[in-house]
């Protein structure tokens, strides 16, 4: 992936992550402008962002909705964290974002294993404590797919 597209899709993720922790919500001006620049790119060019074939962006996109509809349907995430992931699919394809729900999922398995161990967890951070999102039964998400976003294009995902 070039290094612009590398640093484009990084920025947009950390500021869906950061609104995200503030509000317990993300944009839809951040999430549908980033679901259309996808699709577009995939349309004039005839691969994704990332370089993936269009056959493999749509089926991101396909799987991003897969794996996000049933837990914002049961009220686990929110429509911020679908477009999200539908985004990523698109402009990267498959493949990525299976690495990247697959890297979210550990960092959220090892986040909720090390936060009884915190002492101090700034406002912020509480909106990622489990027991919180047992209570209001959403999380925010979108830190996780950002490291997960981050970790696939260490990898070369």
Same mark, same amino acid.
């Given at each position: 992936?070039?290094?612009?597209a590398i640093s484009l899709i990084l ?13 317990? &919500? ?13 699709l577009a790119w995939l349309l004039l ?6 370089? @993936?074939?269009?056959?493999? $962006? ?5 799987? $991003? ?8 349907? +049961? ?7 679908? *477009?999200?992931? @539908? $985004? ?15 890297? $979210? ?11 009884? +161990?915190?002492?101090?967890? +700034? &406002?912020?951070?509480? +909106? ?8 209001? *039964? ?20």
């Amino acid at each position: 992936m070039p290094p612009l597209a590398i640093s484009l899709i990084l920025l947009w993720a950390g500021l869906c992550s950061w609104q995200d922790l503030r509000g317990q &919500r993300i944009s839809n001006r951040l999430t549908y402008p980033a679901i259309l620049v996808a699709l577009a790119w995939l349309l004039l060019f005839h691969h994704s962002i990332a370089g @993936a074939t269009p056959a493999d $962006a749509v089926c991101g996109g396909v799987l $991003a909705l897969a794996f996000g509809l049933p837990g914002h349907i +049961r009220g686990y995430f929110g429509g911020g964290d679908v *477009k999200l992931l @539908a $985004a990523i699919g698109i402009a990267a394809g498959a493949s990525f974002l299976l690495y990247v729900v697959a890297v $979210a999922a550990l960092s959220l398995v090892v986040w909720v294993l090390l936060l009884p +161990r915190l002492t101090a967890i +700034r &406002r912020p951070l509480q +909106r990622l404590a489990p027991g919180l999102a047992l209570g209001q *039964k959403r999380l925010a998400y979108a830190p996780f797919i950002f490291i997960g976003i981050g970790v696939a294009m260490l990898i070369g995902g």
